[in-house]
Nanobody, 115 residues
Framework: QVELVESGGDLVRPGGSLTLACKRSGHVFGVNVMGWYRQGPGDQRDLVATISKDGITTYSDSVKDRFTISSDGATLMYLQMTELKPEDTAVYYC??????????WGQGTQVTVSS
């Protein structure tokens, strides 16, 4: 079992910046990909960015060049968000996938972009 806890969600003005953190614990051996997903009101949960255990990153087109995913390689993963837009408003979830095909989710953290 892998436990994931997100933090850092907040209310921010358009054009502002915010950094989210995801702390993982439990049986972390074997986790090979971690990622951030988001779900807006009435929307499905969508991919934002992923980072592999080798540090390879991917981004959705909507956040590329504005968001940066990073990891300390151990217990923490981050999502640095800049130039935030109202359409970035969502609950942001941390996800971990291990080499045995299991997927784990955090409880989410709310990001609201509004003036």
């Amino acid at each position: 079992q892998v436990e994931l806890v997100e933090s850092g969600g907040d209310l921010v003005r358009p054009g502002g910046s915010l950094t989210l953190a995801c702390k993982r614990s439990g049986h972390v051996f074997g986790v090979n990909v971690m990622g951030w997903y988001r779900q807006g009101p009435g929307d499905q949960r969508d991919l934002v960015a992923t980072i592999s255990k080798d540090g390879i990153t991917t981004y959705s087109d909507s956040v590329k060049d504005r968001f940066t995913i990073s990891s300390d390689g151990a217990t923490l993963m981050y999502l640095q968000m800049t130039e935030l837009k109202p359409e970035d408003t969502a609950v942001y979830y941390c996800r971990a996938d291990n080499k045995w095909g299991q997927t784990f989710w955090g409880q989410g953290t709310q990001v609201t972009v509004s003036s």
